[in-house]
């Protein structure tokens, strides 16, 4: 019995003497972490630290323990410590926690417009805003440095390059068409709505080995995961009436969204330069839907269909009349469907795609029949890996199969291609001032009959606490435009080579950032007609042509933003590329 | 035979008083966090002396970690060192520090609390509030989510419509709130708080004083 007493009494935590553990905790420069919460695990023994990063509290624990260590924004820490004796001079270190602020982004070349991070240069919502953009996603770009106002083609123009060489990609899917089709002196919109994007992207070079077939630059959209309003609405202006409807449960989602549009009415209180016969009408539907089977997974679906009719006479001093007469009938559909997961908290991550597009153009020029078709079914996995301390890896592989049709007058040449490509990426973080992305992509296309392989590097380094500077490089290449394919079956592809070196500040809602380029053309396709220059959009090549075309486009250009001094002031960007193709 | 029960009597009785004692230990200390977090200015409460009682409640829970309440309470204090902070980005780092605590609160709880909902809720209130421009739609769309959840486990929950209440009162007129607005919510709220009783003396038991501050304020 008395035994029991004394076990009981033994066991009691009075029958042992206290303990100090003082000691010091600094961040990894040695700067002292006030308010920092320093305890012995397992215990209720712990404190918080001084202004200068002090602490000191009692315990009864004994032998060993575990000292652990948190701090608000910094990592916590385990250390074992002996507790025969008091502990005195402690010191623990702190690392902070990798976030946007203190980690190095790779930015060589790339715009963003996000919500989410807070380093993008633009919000979503800049670029419905964007003055003179007109609530077009493209029209919007046109304003960054280094991409182009062309005011009389479809198309994006960055750094000299053509339209053609700017891809436009949705959810990872290439968009075939992505622009109304274009007529000679007339701008073209974008198709798509740009309250249907949360993210964009826009590079004008140097982007990643995810992408391919285009030398210039590609503008990446990710749709909404969710409609933001349920129920009916209206719009109506001057341009265009349209209706939309959202409909949304807990793990799905509808949109539809109708439109007519009809210049006519805008053309007669803004005086034109064109003669119209038929003012530009279009008309356009699309529907959405979105499923959340689990947690982490979407599924999105989005068909859309459009169609537009005109009819001009253009200026043509070639012409007896002085004028040529135009009528253009379009008719596009786009179907996609995605669906992405993440599984282990997010460590690795699935991005799979499918789409169809289809584009019909019936022109008839002065009096000649056009017309042109094309038809493009493309499937897309990437896999990612989230491996420790952020660094990643991504693989991946698309193919697409592509088909042509182009008439003249009754005569009509037909294409098919089949385009495979495979790629693999990974961004490492050195430290967290230095990261790199290394990306290798890999082409096959069945009417060059050849392969390519092209090497993309991006470097960043953290040059201040707002500062930083990125390099990038890499080899791009991109089929020749289809319609030198029809009569020459021999080119190969076109390639640029791009070297970017970029510096930004971004500090208080202001943003400066500067970059120099190079960009190198080689094997363009070049046709010999022994004419002038026709910038005819429509005309179909007669010339030989070979693989012979070179050129180079270098250049600064700079971008400033202040959202702070005054408010709803805008970012203003200068250019300045001199540049020779041939 | 009779040493063997004797013996067994006392281990029971040993081991009840060292689980007793834990959970003693427990109880005080989180009724003495507790108290100093109740006795802190709610209009201006002091920072330092706010991180203390966090950190506090951080302790308690990393020793107890079968309980939700200390890391209920821990997500609790920073969410008002995140409303009190100065700058985005502090505030920004307590909202975050907030959000994993709750959702550790989760994790242990089991099933859906309302209580931790509406900590979830009030979480992205204030998160909304440090940035409301740019945030106003991603969070106002959250808080709405939390407080739904919240009414669906429990709607008694006074703190649900004091949330509900104080969302109105300090959205501005022009677009839809006010103290006019504000105020059948809280009176809502204060009808709730008056059948309210807590389950113990450590389970959450806030938001009455602020919401007869805040009507007292709309009967000016």
């Given at each position: ?81 002996g507790l025969k004796d008091n502990v005195n001079d402690i010191s623990v270190k702190l690392e902070e926690l990798a ?39 493209t029209g919007a770009m046109q304003f960054l440095p280094g991409a182009q106002r062309v005011g009389e083609q479809e ?428 | ?220």
């Amino acid at each position: 019995m008395k035994f029991f007493i004394y076990l009981l009494l033994s066991i009691s935590p009075l029958a042992h003497a206290q303990k100090t553990v003082s000691g010091k905790i600094t961040d990894k420069k040695g700067h002292a972490l006030p308010g920092a919460n320093v305890f012995l695990k397992g215990t209720y023994d712990g404190t918080t630290s001084d202004a200068n990063g002090i602490f000191s509290f009692q315990t009864f624990e004994k032998d060993t323990a575990t000292l652990a260590a948190t701090y608000v924004g910094y990592e916590a820490t385990e250390q074992k410590i002996g507790l025969k004796d008091n502990v005195n001079d402690i010191s623990v270190k702190l690392e902070e926690l990798a976030k946007e602020l203190n980690t190095v982004v790779i930015t060589a070349g790339a715009f963003e417009a996000s919500d989410e991070k807070r380093m993008a240069m633009l919000k979503p919502l800049d670029i419905v805003t964007t003055a003179g953009a007109a609530a077009d996603i493209t029209g919007a770009m046109q304003f960054l440095p280094g991409a182009q106002r062309v005011g009389e083609q479809e198309g994006l123009f960055v750094r000299g390059g053509s339209g053609q060489e700017t891809k436009v990609v949705i959810d990872g899917m290439i968009v075939q068409n992505s622009f109304f089709s274009s007529l000679p002196d007339v701008q073209s919109r974008g198709r798509f709505n740009p309250f249907m994007f949360k993210g964009t992207s826009f590079s004008t070079g140097g982007y990643s080995a995810q992408y391919g077939q285009a030398l210039s630059s590609v503008l990446l959209l990710n749709t909404t995961d969710k409609v933001s309003n349920n129920g009916l609405g209206i719009s109506l202006n001057l341009a265009n009436a349209g209706l939309n409807y959202d409909y949304a449960t807990k793990n799905q989602s509808i949109s539809a969204v109708a439109y007519y549009g009809n210049l006519k009415p805008l053309f007669a209180l803004v005086k034109q330069n064109v003669e119209w016969l038929h003012e530009p009408e279009f008309k356009g539907s699309s529907l959405t839907y979105r499923l959340r089977p689990r947690k982490n997974g979407v599924l999105k679906v989005y068909g859309m269909y459009s169609d537009s009719d005109l009819s001009m006479n253009s200026r043509d001093p070639a012409s007896e009349s002085g004028k040529t007469k135009l009528d253009l009938q379009n008719k596009n559909s786009f179907v996609t469907s995605t669906y992405t997961d993440s599984w282990k908290d997010g460590r690795w991550s699935l991005n799979s795609g499918f789409s169809y597009s289809r584009n019909n153009d019936n022109t008839t020029l002065a009096g000649f029949n056009f017309n042109r078709f094309d038809e493009r079914t493309q499937a897309r996995i990437v896999l990612s890996r989230l491996l420790s301390g952020n660094n990643t890896i991504l693989f991946g592989a698309e193919a697409h199969a592509i088909r042509l049709k182009n008439g003249f007058d009754g005569k009509f040449y037909d294409l098919k291609d089949r385009y495979t490509a495979a790629f693999i990426e990974s961004e490492i973080y050195i430290t967290r001032e230095l990261a790199g992305r290394i990306g290798l992509r890999t082409e096959y296309s069945s009417i060059l009959k050849d392969v390519n392989l092209a090497p993309r590097l991006s470097f960043a380094y953290k040059t201040g606490k707002y500062s930083q500077i990125s390099l990038a490089a890499g080899q791009f290449y991109q089929n020749p435009d289809y319609k030198y394919l029809y009569t020459n079956k021999n080119l190969g592809y076109e390639r640029a080579d791009h070297l970017i070196l970029n510096y930004q500040i971004i500090k208080n809602q202001r943003t400066f950032r500067a970059e120099a380029f190079y960009k190198n053309y080689a094997q363009l396709v070049r046709e010999f007609t022994g004419q002038k220059y026709d910038a005819d959009p429509y005309r179909f090549p007669w010339g030989e042509t070979n693989n012979a075309g070179k050129g180079y486009a270098r250049g600064f250009d700079f971008f400033w933003r202040d959202q702070k001094t005054i408010k709803n002031f805008d970012y203003w960007s200068y250019s300045t590329r001199p540049s020779t193709t041939s | 035979m009779m040493k063997k029960t004797m013996f067994t009597i006392f281990a029971f009785a040993f081991s009840v008083c060292v689980v007793l004692a834990q959970n003693e230990k427990y109880s005080q200390a989180m009724t003495a966090s507790i108290q100093a977090l109740n006795g802190l200015d709610k209009t201006k409460p002091d920072p330092k002396a706010l991180q203390d009682i966090a950190n506090q409640f951080e302790r308690i829970a990393a020793a107890e970690p079968k309980e939700w309440l200390p890391k209920y309470y821990a997500g609790y204090s920073n969410v008002i060192l995140g409303f009190i902070g100065t700058g985005l980005d502090e505030k920004d780092k307590y909202l975050e520090k907030a959000s994993a605590l709750l959702k550790d609160a989760e994790a242990i709880a089991g099933k859906p609390n309302d209580e931790i909902l509406v900590m979830q809720a009030f979480q992205s209130q204030i998160h909304l509030a440090a940035d409301a421009t740019n945030r106003w739609e991603a969070d106002g769309a959250k808080f709405v989510e939390y407080v739904a959840s919240a009414k669906k486990v429990n709607a008694e929950n006074p703190r649900i419509y004091y949330l509900e209440a104080s969302s109105a009162f300090f959205t501005p007129e022009e677009f839809g709130g006010g103290k006019k607005a504000a105020k059948p919510l809280l009176e809502k709220a204060s009808q709730k708080f008056a059948a309210f009783k807590p389950e113990t003396n450590i389970h959450p038991d806030w938001g009455k004083s602020e919401t007869e501050w805040m009507l007292a304020q709309t009967n000016q």
